[in-house]
């Protein structure tokens, strides 16, 4: 009896040696040589033992996938981005701030049978301004270095789900639900890059062949909603569609020229204490809703040269022409923005580089103040009429000056980058010392790993 258990413990390990390597499996047969001398094992039962390891190791191995048979793929992804900032006015009124941020974002997307797509991001930020009850800042995932080491906050990023029904080589067409990435192709002019809408949208690329083709956007946003009240089934929505002409004239030259239009609906109840108060520029109200409605038109274009070479730059070197031009016919005046700038070189590979510089403006009330880039700001010297807050520096509309970039990739994953804004309000308000000036600097220096 001893001696069965004996023989089959070890044929357990003879077989688990030998699926390491062939150096353990000659070890084995060394012992089990030396076993047969001493009497412990009989000729017939090595051979067995021998035989039952060779049969052991040619099986192939299996692991079982963690999830159900209809998910086809899943992929994590993310970023971190350190960040000094400094803002600066010629206004005594400002006092200049230095601080130091970070940017952590996680996510996940998940194919599942059927075209199907789940998506999930995790993100920092900020509490949003007006109360933590908003959650996190809907147009910046920043979060200060501040109050004593504070445990900081982490919110629901993105969270959505993508049908695509129609892939072919002509066509693709999908649909996306929930809190998802914007999906228009607009500067942060009319968006700021960290505003994740939720909603609805639809899109479409028709490849009318190998060098032109059209892609449709529209969408359905919800800005806000009300349980009780008069105010439940006024609802503000943000409605538009896009559609974009994208061209390779030739192997240097490409084009793209777009079309989009937006309606806010129900916007008496965009009020100041109903939504975060993150920017500023629109008139309002006594009531603190904007004064006139938006329904804006904007049309977009791009030129893209490729050269061949270009001095400390490695490989074919791209350059870029951008412009945008943005009108409200709801209001009566102050109704307009534009844009334009230069970008030179791209980043995305090791030791590749990027200079970029635009100017732009946007009046006051050519576009709803709390989705444009938050960065790009002036000095108010006094507080904005019914807005909701006091002096300072904000982002939004009512804005114009220069915006500077310039980046270095070290790798694939880490680039740095440099921002600098030049700006002024259109309209400036008057401070408590009869000054208007607004004047303002506002610089960003970045590292940020992809992952």
């Not at 006594?286 to 001095?311: E, W």
Request: aromatic share 12%; charged share 20%; no cysteine.
């Amino acid at each position: 009896m001893k001696r069965r258990h004996l023989t089959m413990l070890f044929g357990a390990l003879l077989a688990s040696t030998s699926l390491v390597s062939p150096t353990h499996a000659q070890s084995a047969d060394a012992l089990i040589d030396k076993l047969v001398q001493k009497g412990v094992l009989t000729t017939e039962e090595a051979k067995n033992l021998r035989d039952e390891a060779k049969s052991d190791a040619t099986k192939p191995s299996v692991v079982k996938s963690p999830f159900p048979d209809w998910v086809t793929s899943w992929k994590l992804n993310g970023d971190f981005r350190g960040r000094f900032e400094r803002h600066s006015a010629e206004n005594d009124l400002f006092s200049n701030r230095d601080r130091f941020r970070y940017r952590l974002r996680l996510g996940t997307t998940v194919g599942i049978l059927n075209d199907f797509e789940i998506g999930l991001r995790l993100a920092s930020a900020n509490p949003a301004p007006g109360g933590i009850g908003f959650g996190g800042n809907p147009v910046s995932a920043n979060t200060d270095l501040s109050d004593g080491a504070s445990r900081k906050f982490i919110f629901l990023d993105a969270a959505y789900a993508k049908w695509t029904p129609i892939h072919s080589d002509a066509w693709m067409v999908s649909g996306t639900f929930g809190k998802m990435d914007q999906a228009f192709a607009l500067s942060p002019m009319v968006f700021d890059a960290d505003y994740q809408p939720e909603g609805g949208t639809l899109q479409a690329v028709w490849k009318l062949n190998q060098a032109h083709a059209l892609r449709f956007t529209s969408a359905m946003f919800v800005l806000d909603e009300f349980n009780q009240g008069a105010s439940a089934s006024h609802d503000p929505y943000l409605y538009g569609g896009q559609v974009v002409w994208e061209s390779a004239w030739t192997p240097r030259i490409g084009t793209a020229v777009g079309l989009a239009a937006f309606s806010v609906v129900n916007k008496d109840n965009l009020l100041n204490p109903a939504a975060p108060n993150a920017n500023s520029g629109n008139t309002r109200a006594a009531t603190g809703a904007p004064m006139h409605n938006f329904n804006p038109i904007i049309a977009s274009g791009s030129v893209s040269y490729q050269l061949d070479s270009f001095p400390l730059y490695q490989g074919a070197f791209p350059i870029k022409l951008v412009g945008e031009y943005l009108d409200n016919p709801a209001a009566p005046s102050n109704n307009r923005g534009w844009g334009g700038g230069l970008t030179l070189g791209k980043t995305g590979q090791k030791g590749l580089w990027e200079l970029s510089y635009k100017y732009q403006r946007l009046e006051a009330d050519a576009w709803y103040e709390e989705l444009p880039d938050d960065d790009n700001g002036g000095f108010y010297a006094g507080a904005p009429a019914n807005s909701g807050l006091g002096v300072g520096y904000f982002g939004g509309t009512n804005v114009k000056g220069h915006i500077i970039k310039g980046s270095y990739a070290f790798n694939k994953s880490l680039t740095f980058s440099i921002t600098y804004y030049l700006t002024e309000l259109i309209q400036p308000t008057v401070g408590a010392d009869g000054s208007t000036l607004s004047n303002a600097g506002h610089l960003l220096a970045d590292l940020m790993w992809r992952f």
